[in-house]
């Protein structure tokens, strides 16, 4: 039975023992379950092995007669390089110290030859599954509070879900545009996803909140220091997965040089003297700026934008896809229930057709938060529905006048005809919004034609221009 972690991106074993018989047996056992294997007959090739190209595991043997370095040494080597890449020690002649020691110097496990098949492949997929585990700690900051799939059925939406479909399997650098919390960073994950590394890491670095004095020591890591220590890069934690650069346009100029220089080379010269290490990273990069504006400014490298922009992905704001907020609402309702450990709130007619109405200046980002603080502070129970009146106060105050209107309160200090006409241009007017400006869903929504809605929109003096429609599903002149 194959392996799933073999079918996985990063299946690459390295297999390091002195006797060829036992380098071609693991091997032949690895490959049987569909892992690709590569061989070391000393501790110097070995090192310089995984100083070339990082495998996904390493099975080692302590002792390695004929080479300069022994196992032990040759871990601390593997470990100092490629902190990430688990490795299992195979020894003949083991004693219980010999395996402690190894344990403590940061092998994953220990295994006496000789060895049964089916235990050696059960260590290595919990070794290999130990190091996904670790990979992933790194993005528990940024999964938090943002959904992980791409919401809505728009023209929009749908196109960038086409986008992500099809480069997602090609390995290509992404270069992700839109305003800030419009989503870009769901998107990126879902090339992630969709692609050959979505086994490996999802490493994210934030360029805007990062100070241009410490981006280098983030990105590429430390030397050691006087007591031996040293911090690894993200690039390093990120070999064999994707870095997100998060706000690309505020990484500093000469951060941008070396970046361009890894895109060029796929290798990085670490600071420790251990480089040059070669590279499997897949890039992907985001920014609400106009990049082309920042060359002109010389704020931004142009030999940098074209080498990230090979797929462009433009991500609408949620201006632009209304229609999808009614969706969007009731599954980041259920996404705070879930995680706060309450009952779900229901939504209101009224209340979608608000949130529909509001301008978001603040995006996707803006209306979690909104529907956090309605699940927490709306009054009335779970059974009850949220209704427009009880939408925080900014929102409030873009909402058309008819969903705020009281059953009698303000329609009854009117005559007839105002009253009439009022209730029409607002409802009209919030039904315009909520289908982002279509006049001819809105026409059949009201079960008008669409010619004798447009006169009744003129005569009311509601104006669809005014609300920044869109054509086809984004909007229609009125």
């Known amino acids: 039975m194959a392996s799933q972690v073999a079918t996985a991106a990063g299946n690459d074993i390295l297999i390091v023992d002195d006797e060829a018989d036992i380098r071609i047996a693991v091997a032949g056992i690895l490959e049987d379950e569909g892992f690709a294997t590569r061989a070391a007959a000393s501790g110097e090739e070995a090192i310089e092995q995984v100083k070339t190209r990082a495998p996904a595991a390493i ?33 003949g002649h083991g004693t219980i110290e010999t395996a402690v020691k190894a344990i403590q110097q940061g092998a994953y496990d220990f295994i006496e030859k000789p060895f049964e098949s089916d235990r050696l492949l059960l260590i290595l997929k919990r070794a290999m599954e130990a190091a996904r585990l670790k990979r992933e700690n790194l993005e528990l900051r940024s999964r938090a509070g943002s959904p992980e799939s791409l919401i809505g059925n728009c023209a929009a939406v749908n196109a960038v879900r086409r986008t992500v479909e099809r480069v997602g399997p090609t390995g290509s650098r992404v270069l992700i545009t839109g305003p800030a919390g419009s ?97 499997d990273v897949r890039i992907i990069a985001t920014t609400n700026r106009d990049l082309r504006g920042e060359i002109k400014r010389s704020l931004f490298r142009e030999e940098l934008f074209y080498r990230l922009s090979i797929v462009p992905v433009q991500v ?30 229901i939504l209101g007619e009224d209340a979608i057709t608000a949130l529909q109405s509001y301008p978001w200046p603040g995006n996707v980002r803006q209306l979690r938060n909104v529907i956090d603080w309605l699940l927490i502070m709306a009054p009335g129970g779970a059974s009850d529905p949220i209704r427009a009146e009880m939408l925080p106060a900014e929102i409030g105050n873009d909402t058309p006048q008819m969903l705020k209107l009281q059953r009698s309160d303000e329609i009854m200090t009117l005559p007839l005809r105002e009253a009439r006409e009022m209730f029409e241009r607002e409802y009209l007017m919030a039904l315009v919004i909520r289908y982002g400006g279509n006049i001819s869903r809105t026409a059949e929504f009201v079960g008008m034609e669409r010619s004798a809605l447009h006169r009744k929109l003129k005569s009311l003096g509601v104006s669809t221009e005014a609300r920044n429609t869109r054509e086809n599903g984004a909007g229609e002149p009125a």
């Open 59 to 91: 099975i080692l043997d302590i002792w390695l007669e004929g080479s300069r370095l022994d196992g032990l040494q040759v871990l601390a080597a593997c470990k100092s390089m490629r902190p990430h890449v688990p490795v299992i020690m195979v020894s």
């Open 316 to 345: 609408p704001s949620l201006a632009e896809r209304r229609e999808d907020i009614p969706e969007l609402a009731r599954y980041l309702m259920d996404r705070a229930a879930a995680m706060a450990g309450l009952p779900r709130r």
């Open 183 to 279: 989503g870009k960073e769901v998107v990126a994950r879902q090339i992630h996803m969709h692609g050959s590394r979505a086994n490996g890491a999802f490493v994210v670095v934030n360029c805007a909140a990062l100070h241009p004095d410490r981006l280098n020591d983030v990105l590429f890591g430390t030397a050691a220091t006087a007591e031996g220590e040293r911090t690894f890069g993200l690039f390093e934690m990120a070999d064999g997965g994707t870095l997100l650069l998060d706000e690309v346009a505020d990484m500093p100029l000469a951060t941008q040089s070396r970046i361009i220089r890894i895109l060029q080379d796929q290798r990085l010269e670490r600071p420790d003297g251990h480089g040059p290490v070669e590279l």
